[in-house]
């Protein structure tokens, strides 16, 4: 069959997302079916490589730090997204990852076209949104346009219980499957490596947003430092957080220990994962927010490297449950003082070379990126199928 996957954002720009829409076109152009991406040009520098399924690049508005962010950035791509549906080779199924304003696109041209679709939900936006804007007038907008995308379409996909739930809340009744957020197995800490190969360093790789409160690991560090001088905490993605991180940073007096670097491709990402001590990730509580899952986690620990994991919601149940298994880690409070015991764990007794395989093997064998691919694969053919029936 013709499978169309819609995303603002596509490999070889790196996220989850493009990592998660990349796994998915590659096992459905396994499965012999014929894929089309329509998606934006990548930034300046990065170039894909030959892919088996058809991209089809627009040009689109990035922000100052070069992402599709904003409703300005989000436009660009949804305008001409809307055009291009109506005059793409008449897919049988359309795979869309959101914003909502994407997916209010996809419901009227799919519409017009009587083409089936499937909403990934692997968050609520108009929840992500209430930490961002004070303003009622443009959450109730977003929720409904969300509300909208989400029941036009023929079946969901998501990544947990806790965001389904959600979803239902909303009063979206549509066919829902939870089919997991993997993670890119196909790269681990080398077999040949006879002793852990640690750094001074702890790591907080991906998104920093409020709701993720990743303040609380600066504080957490400085109050570290005090008994663990000589190592350091990395940043490596993007936020609206940012200057808010530096400036807590200048505040505390360790400006001159943290280090913020700008979102990396996973083949650079990975040696990072592989020599630190372990990864930090946070949920703050009380957003409102606290269903959602950091699934920075399954890449740390798909590379053999320990998470901290601080706040509510399902990744410490599922650290917890994974403890039980291998050394996957500590989940504490999202508190400094709590945040900085579990650092001291971690350094005192980093995981040696076999728990940090045995980590990535248990990964890769739970928790695949393929595994999940595979899972939503089967979701999109069975709405195309179902179409076909009815038509």
């Known amino acids: 069959m013709r499978i169309a996957i819609v995303s603002r954002i596509y490999r070889p720009e790196p996220s989850a997302a493009s990592s998660f829409l990349g796994a998915v076109a590659d096992e459905a152009t396994s499965r012999g079916h014929d894929v089309t991406v329509v998606t934006v040009r990548p930034p300046a520098g990065l170039a894909a490589d030959n892919p088996v399924e058809s991209v089809r690049m627009l040009p689109v508005l990035r922000d100052r730090s070069g992402y599709v962010k904003g409703y300005l950035q989000y436009l660009s791509f949804d305008v001409p997204l809307f055009f291009r549906l109506l005059v793409l080779r008449r897919p049988d199924v359309v795979l869309m990852e959101p914003p909502p304003t994407t997916g209010l696109v996809v419901r009227m041209a799919c519409a017009l076209r009587r083409i089936p679709y499937v909403y990934d939900a692997a968050d609520v936006w108009s929840d992500a949104a209430e930490q961002a804007t004070g303003s ?111 400036r807590r940073t200048r505040e505390l007096g360790v400006e001159s220990t943290v280090d913020f670097v700008e979102t990396v491709p996973s083949e650079e990402l990975l040696p990072e994962l592989h020599h630190a001590v372990a990864t930090i990730a946070t949920l703050r509580p009380g957003t409102g927010y606290e269903y959602a899952f950091t699934t920075k986690a399954y890449s740390s620990m798909a590379a053999g490297c320990p998470v901290i994991f601080a706040g509510p919601g399902p990744t410490a149940t599922f650290l917890d449950r994974a403890n039980g298994a291998v050394r996957a880690g500590v989940v504490c409070d999202y508190d400094a003082d709590a945040i900085a015991e579990a650092m001291v764990v971690l350094a005192d007794a980093p995981l040696s070379a076999g728990q940090r395989q045995a980590l990535a093997a248990w990964t890769a064998e739970e928790h695949s990126l393929a595994a999940v691919a595979a899972r939503v694969v089967d979701v999109v053919q069975a709405a195309a199928t179902d179409s076909d029936r009815r038509s």
């Not at 959600?166 to 790269?187: E, H, K, N, Q, W």
């Not at 490596?236 to 200057?243: L, P």
């Open 136 to 246: 009622k007038t443009v959450i109730r907008v977003l929720r409904a346009m969300e509300r909208f995308a989400m029941q036009g379409a023929r079946s969901l996909v998501t990544i947990s219980q806790g965001v389904m739930d959600r979803v239902r809340a909303m009063g979206v009744d549509r066919p829902m499957t939870v089919t997991g957020f993997g993670a890119d197995t196909t790269s681990f800490l080398s077999p040949s490596e006879t002793t852990a190969p640690t750094d001074r360093v702890f790591l907080y790789a991906g998104t920093y947003s409020p709701w993720h409160g990743a303040d609380a690991a600066i504080d957490a560090f400085t109050k570290f430092s005090r008994s663990h001088p000589g190592y350091r905490l990395r940043f490596i993605g993007n936020g609206s957080e940012r200057e808010l991180l530096e």
